[in-house]
Nanobody, 120 residues
Framework: VQLVESGGGLVQPGGSLSLSCTAS????????MRWYRQPPGKQREFVAT????????YADSVKGRFTISIDTSNFNKVFLKMNNLQPEDTAVYYC??????????????WGQGTQVTVSS
């Protein structure tokens, strides 16, 4: 099973970026899909979560600016739309998911991360 992110890059303050993450491999099902981020010199932190039911939750620091959504055709792809980006949003963004990679149990998987830099 793999999680592969895409969509990072450099953006000016106030700008927007969209990230996506696709799960592939031998997958029986997926529970929650999440985004985390790790700013330079800091610990990894939670950003947002969603599930196939469409429920969402966000860190206070991104509420009203970021939107997480899931691909409802396959439920194996998650998106993060980021608006009004600020320099403090600069971080490596990681996709995370609880995936049933066997019929009887699920495990937590991480993507390799994608860099988001907000700078003028």
């Amino acid at each position: 099973v793999q999680l592969v992110e895409s969509g990072g890059g450099l953006v000016q303050p106030g700008g927007s970026l969209s990230l996506s993450c696709t799960a592939s491999g031998r997958i029986f099902g997926i529970n929650d899909m999440r985004w985390y981020r790790q700013p330079p010199g800091k610990q990894r932190e939670f950003v947002a979560t969603t599930n196939r039911g469409g429920n969402t939750a966000y860190a206070d620091s991104v509420k009203g600016r970021f939107t997480i959504s899931i691909d409802t055709s396959n439920f194996n792809k998650v998106f993060l739309k980021m608006n009004n980006l600020q320099p403090e949003d600069t971080a490596v963004y990681y996709c995370n998911a609880d995936i049933w990679d066997r019929a009887t149990s699920s495990r937590e998987f991480w993507g390799q991360g994608t860099q988001v830099t907000v700078s003028s």
